[in-house]
């Protein structure tokens, strides 16, 4: 932080966390980001503030990467490609997180098993970057 100047990286707070785990009092703003709705869930038991499954990765993206671990930086910079795309709903959706995370406490929601493999990991990292460009 330049000495007196406050950035969005420096004040927000943002957790990544799986749709099945229990909601806890201290989540914040609870966003579930994938494109479909996790299997077995309830929308009463998913104590939801938003779902916002623009931001999530295209279709075709997403198979293609299958939550492979050895796909997942190439993963990550074609996620950040799509989310650069002037006038997506994807960047739209960006601008609506991060208009999120500066508000208060931030927390991602996926269904996908291993979090840090998961879009909701891209979102925080960008989120944290305080960057609107992905």
């Not at 779902?51 to 050895?70: C, G, I």
């Not at 929601?109 to 944290?128: F, H, I, K, N």
């Amino acid at each position: 932080m330049v000495r007196g100047v406050k950035t969005v990286a420096d004040s927000v707070d943002v957790r990544v966390r799986r749709v099945y785990e229990d909601p806890r009092d201290d989540d914040g703003a609870r966003v579930l980001v994938d494109r479909l709705w996790p299997r077995g869930v309830s929308k009463t038991r998913a104590r939801l503030d938003e779902w916002l499954k623009e931001v999530a990765p295209s279709p075709e993206l997403r198979t293609w990467y299958s939550h492979d671990p050895a796909k997942q930086a190439e993963f990550a910079e074609r996620y950040r490609a799509e989310l650069r795309v002037p006038g997506s709903a994807q960047s739209h959706a960006l601008e609506l997180l991060h208009a999120e995370a500066r508000a208060g406490r931030l927390t991602l929601l996926t269904a996908t098993r291993d979090p840090a493999l998961s879009e909701a990991a891209v979102l925080a990292e960008l989120l944290q970057e305080g960057k609107m460009e992905a």
